[in-house]
């Protein structure tokens, strides 16, 4: 493994448990057995190593959990978008690789400093680009705005557990049955598709 892929690696670990602003380059160099210089050889600077380490883990989640599901293409819209609000609720759930970006982007997102052009940037190359034909094809006809609110409250709602992992610990403990997960993963599922869902009925109010 090369260095550059070590400090990524070390950044990830480190960022899913501090997040961007208390995420120690000092650590992260340690984690790697690099040096500080290294950071900036490889990057340029702490935000452009973010902006791959944001990247890695997307790409490891999606090798995991992907958003697609792999369905075939004449799969009827719905039932992409429920896919891809599974893989994220799931991916949010997960304590292991594949739940290092929502880890990630849950400690970062609200935190003062951030590099919020960065996390914008890749969030929109990862996860606005591909949602945003589904939700054109699911909502049909309607303004910008709509559509850019939708996309956020798709993504926000998908994502919301990753933000309280206390509080999804006390619920379902160390070790949840399967079936449990399964249960509560279908029901966010089933809240984001009506979220989502409304947007189309106060558009078609808008019209009236």
Same mark, same amino acid.
């Given at each position: 493994?090369?260095?550059?892929? @070590? *400090?990524?690696?070390?950044?990830?670990?480190? #960022?899913?448990?501090?997040?961007y602003?208390?995420?120690?380059?000092?650590?992260?160099?340690?984690?790697?057995?690099?040096?500080?210089?290294a950071?900036? %050889? %490889?990057?340029? =600077?702490?935000?452009?190593?973010?902006?791959?380490v944001?990247?890695? /883990? &997307?790409?490891?989640a999606?090798?995991?959990?992907?958003?697609?599901?792999?369905?075939p293409?004449?799969?009827?819209?719905?039932?992409?978008?429920?896919?891809f609000?599974?893989?994220?609720?799931?991916?949010?759930?997960?304590?292991?690789?594949?739940?290092? &970006?929502?880890?990630?982007?849950?400690?970062?997102? $609200?935190?003062?400093?951030?590099p919020?052009?960065?996390?914008?940037?890749?969030?929109t190359?990862?996860?606005?680009?591909?949602?945003? +034909? *589904?939700?054109? !094809? &699911?909502l049909?006809?309607?303004?910008?705005?709509? &559509?850019?609110?939708a996309?956020?409250? #798709?993504? =926000?709602?998908? =994502?919301?557990i !990753? @933000? $309280? +992992?206390?509080?999804?610990?006390?619920?379902?403990?160390?070790? +949840?049955?399967?079936?449990? *997960?399964?249960?509560?993963?279908?029901?966010?599922?089933? /809240?984001v598709?009506?979220?989502? @869902? =409304?947007?189309?009925?106060?558009?078609?109010?808008?019209?009236?």
């Amino acid at each position: 493994m090369t260095v550059k892929d @070590k *400090l990524i690696n070390s950044a990830i670990r480190v #960022f899913s448990k501090s997040g961007y602003r208390d995420g120690k380059v000092a650590e992260i160099v340690r984690g790697a057995t690099a040096n500080i210089a290294a950071v900036n %050889y %490889y990057f340029g =600077s702490k935000e452009k190593l973010f902006a791959q380490v944001l990247r890695k /883990a &997307y790409a490891v989640a999606e090798q995991t959990l992907p958003i697609s599901g792999n369905l075939p293409l004449n799969t009827p819209v719905e039932q992409k978008l429920a896919t891809f609000a599974r893989a994220i609720v799931r991916r949010s759930l997960d304590k292991g690789p594949a739940g290092d &970006y929502n880890r990630i982007m849950s400690k970062t997102v $609200h935190s003062a400093g951030s590099p919020i052009d960065t996390i914008c940037a890749e969030v929109t190359t990862l996860q606005v680009e591909p949602l945003l +034909p *589904l939700l054109v !094809a &699911y909502l049909g006809e309607a303004d910008e705005q709509t &559509y850019a609110v939708a996309t956020l409250n #798709f993504l =926000s709602l998908s =994502s919301v557990i !990753a @933000k $309280h +992992p206390f509080v999804i610990d006390k619920i379902f403990g160390d070790n +949840p049955a399967e079936e449990t *997960l399964d249960a509560f993963i279908e029901q966010q599922v089933k /809240a984001v598709l009506a979220a989502t @869902k =409304s947007f189309e009925t106060k558009k078609l109010n808008c019209l009236v």
